[in-house]
């Protein structure tokens, strides 16, 4: 039993010590890893161009390089520049690389941030059992008590228990009770107790955007293998897109803390009780870094709400986009294709001899796709019309029907126009081609009709008229024109004066 217990306990170790952040730790070169990415990485620059980190880690070595370490006597310094360290780190999984906006970064990862914050608590201050912690300890009991405990009565009597105490505080106040302070012994160990709680957050905040970072590269690796039905995968992966943060553990906790400190007022609260803590005189006893830690504490804490947002709107987007862009059809068209390229290659391999001439190919083959409009503009036909019938001289064209189609018939329109007018002064244009015959109602008199009354003088007036004229074949056409009053012609020009 005792055997197997150990045996436990040591596998459990090992696995322990195959996580990212305590092999960065117990790595030979850790001291001068955890220097340089406490240096590059910040608060206040959590990413870093790829390019500036480099010239500023390869400056580092520079310097240490110069003040003797490096030396077999003293600690050792990696061999290589920034960028072969920097790939180094990526690969390990202390280092993250990404793109933002248009450029390449590196950012900590969750471990990375782990490790230096473990560097940090035990370089820095002894870590020591005090009241504040004590304290909070149980506090945090005593909730989770009251929350596990469904009893009614029992939060009741809790609730009239601590209203009385308020009561009895807020009375004696108010007859003139001093207030009690603590003295600064006790205010320092309640700032260490909430620098130590603070600096847990942003580990915690970069395992969340891991997770979800994670969660996209599993969603866009399940729809490029495309072994479901696309719309089963499309459903179930929107869905899970979109309630990413419920998918795990770490954003779960997350969400839960977001309806703590999500809401802006929660924020401005935080910073005005840290300035309050601030102006008290026994932070000029803590240390200027700790002092920097409490005033950043609620600005990392937004940072860090932040990220994971950031980092939850791109899983979306992502998902999104590959679901937009996602063709099953064309994916297997294009493996088809170079499944196709490879087997051919490998039949002209086992044909052919060494140091044989391969012709290439120039050009690819250009589709037959017939004649394509070059311009929408151009109003030539895509073909031309078919070509006229030859005319047979000896062959004769009735004269009629070559009449019937033919243009305006203008004296007999004239003659019509002064016979329906009877010696009258005027003449309605309308009534007189509505009372002419068949053969000088066709579209075309109608134009000449008017044309003769405008050389004889005529005036519009505002009564629109419907006219329907005929064909020759007979069919029939409508227009509506303005009433038209033209002179005489026969008056006009004189033709039918006394002599």
Same mark, same amino acid.
């Given at each position: 039993?005792?055997?197997? @217990?150990?045996?436990?306990?040591?596998?459990?170790?090992l696995?322990?010590?195959?996580?990212?952040?305590?092999?960065?730790?117990?790595?030979?070169h850790?001291p001068?890893?955890?220097?340089?990415?406490?240096?590059?990485?910040?608060?206040?620059?959590?990413?870093?161009?790829?390019?500036?980190?480099?010239?500023?880690?390869?400056?580092?070595?520079?310097q240490l390089?110069?003040?003797?370490y490096g030396d077999?006597?003293?600690?050792?310094?990696p061999v290589?520049?920034?960028?072969?360290?920097c790939?180094?780190w990526?690969?390990? /999984?202390?280092?993250?690389?990404?793109?933002?906006d248009?450029?390449?970064?590196y950012?900590?990862?969750?471990?990375?941030?782990?490790?230096?914050?473990?560097? @940090?608590r035990?370089?820095?201050?002894?870590?020591r =059992?005090?009241?504040?912690?004590?304290?909070?300890l149980?506090e945090?009991?005593?909730?989770?008590a009251?929350?596990?405990?469904p009893?009614?009565?029992?939060r009741?009597?809790?609730?009239?228990?601590?209203?009385?105490?308020?009561?009895r505080?807020?009375?004696?106040?108010?007859?003139?009770?001093?207030?009690?302070?603590?003295?600064?012994e006790?205010l320092?160990?309640?700032?260490?107790?909430v620098?130590h709680?603070?600096?847990?957050?942003?580990?915690?905040?970069?395992?969340?955007?891991?997770s979800?970072?994670?969660?996209q590269?599993d969603?866009?690796?399940?729809?490029?293998?495309? =072994?479901r039905?696309?719309?089963?995968?499309?459903?179930e992966?929107?869905?899970?897109?979109?309630?990413?943060l419920?998918a795990?553990?770490e954003?779960?906790?997350?969400?839960?803390a977001?309806?703590?400190?999500g809401?802006? /007022?929660?924020?401005?609260?935080?910073?005005?009780?840290?300035r309050?803590?601030?102006?008290?005189?026994?932070?000029?006893?803590?240390?200027?870094q700790?002092r920097?830690e409490? &005033?950043?504490i609620?600005?990392?804490?937004?940072?860090?709400?932040?990220?994971?947002?950031?980092a939850?709107?791109?899983?979306s987007?992502v998902?999104?986009?590959q679901?937009?862009?996602?063709?099953?059809?064309?994916d297997r068209?294009?493996d088809?294709?170079?499944?196709?390229?490879?087997?051919?290659?490998?039949?002209?391999?086992?044909?052919?001899?060494?140091?044989?001439?391969?012709?290439?190919?120039?050009r690819?083959p250009?589709?037959?796709v017939?004649?394509?409009?070059?311009?929408?503009?151009?109003?030539?036909?895509?073909?031309?019309p078919?070509p006229?019938?030859?005319?047979?001289e000896s062959?004769?064209?009735p004269?009629?029907d070559?009449?019937?189609?033919?243009g305006?018939?203008?004296?007999?329109?004239?003659?019509?126009?002064?016979?329906?007018?009877?010696?009258a002064?005027?003449?309605? =244009?309308?009534?007189a081609?509505?009372?002419?015959?068949?053969?000088?109602?066709?579209?075309v008199?109608l134009?000449?009709?008017?044309e003769?009354?405008?050389?004889a003088?005529?005036?519009?007036?505002d009564?629109?008229?419907?006219?329907?004229?005929v064909?020759?074949?007979? &069919?029939?056409r409508?227009?509506?024109?303005?009433?038209?009053?033209?002179?005489?012609?026969?008056l006009?020009? /004189?033709s039918?004066?006394?002599?």
């Open positions: 039993m005792a055997t197997r @217990g150990v045996e436990g306990a040591y596998q459990g170790a696995r322990a010590f195959q996580n990212p952040m305590l092999a960065l730790l117990h790595q030979t850790a001068f890893v955890v220097t340089v990415l406490a240096m590059v990485f910040t608060a206040e620059r959590p990413t870093v161009v790829v390019a500036d980190a480099h010239a500023e880690i390869n400056d580092a070595l520079k390089r110069a003040a003797g077999e006597d003293s600690q050792p310094l290589g520049n920034a960028r072969d360290l790939r180094q990526v690969q390990a /999984g202390w280092l993250v690389r990404q793109v933002s248009d450029a390449e970064v950012r900590l990862s969750a471990y990375g941030v782990g490790a230096l914050e473990v560097a @940090g035990v370089g820095g201050a002894r870590t =059992v005090s009241e504040s912690r004590v304290r909070t149980l945090a009991i005593e909730r989770l009251q929350d596990a405990d009893d009614l009565m029992s009741m009597v809790r609730l009239h228990e601590e209203i009385q105490l308020r009561q505080e807020l009375t004696r106040l108010e007859k003139g009770g001093a207030v009690e302070t603590a003295d600064d006790q320092l160990e309640a700032a260490e107790n620098l709680l603070a600096r847990e957050l942003p580990a915690d905040f970069a395992r969340v955007a891991e979800i970072k994670a969660i590269r969603v866009v690796a399940e729809l490029r293998h495309d =072994v039905p696309t719309g089963e995968v499309l459903r992966y929107l869905a899970r897109g979109q309630r990413i419920d795990t553990p954003g779960r906790a997350f969400a839960g977001l309806r703590l400190i809401d802006p /007022g929660q924020i401005d609260n935080l910073w005005g009780q840290l309050i803590v601030l102006r008290h005189r026994f932070t000029g006893l803590l240390p200027e700790q920097r409490l &005033t950043d609620s600005r990392r804490i937004e940072q860090g709400v932040r990220e994971v947002l950031a939850q709107r791109q899983a987007h998902i999104t986009t679901v937009r862009n996602h063709d099953p059809m064309r068209q294009v088809e294709l170079l499944r196709d390229v490879m087997s051919g290659l490998h039949k002209w391999v086992s044909g052919s001899r060494r140091g044989e001439a391969v012709e290439p190919l120039r690819l250009v589709a037959d017939g004649h394509l409009r070059q311009r929408m503009s151009d109003l030539r036909p895509q073909q031309p078919a006229l019938r030859d005319w047979d062959e004769d064209m004269a009629a070559t009449r019937a189609w033919g305006p018939r203008y004296a007999e329109l004239r003659a019509h126009l002064e016979a329906f007018a009877d010696g002064a005027s003449v309605d =244009v309308v009534a081609f509505r009372a002419g015959g068949a053969e000088i109602q066709r579209p008199d134009l000449g009709l008017l003769v009354a405008d050389g003088g005529m005036t519009e007036t009564e629109v008229a419907l006219v329907d004229t064909r020759p074949d007979r &069919t029939r409508r227009f509506a024109l303005g009433n038209v009053v033209a002179s005489n012609p026969l006009a020009d /004189g039918g004066s006394d002599e």
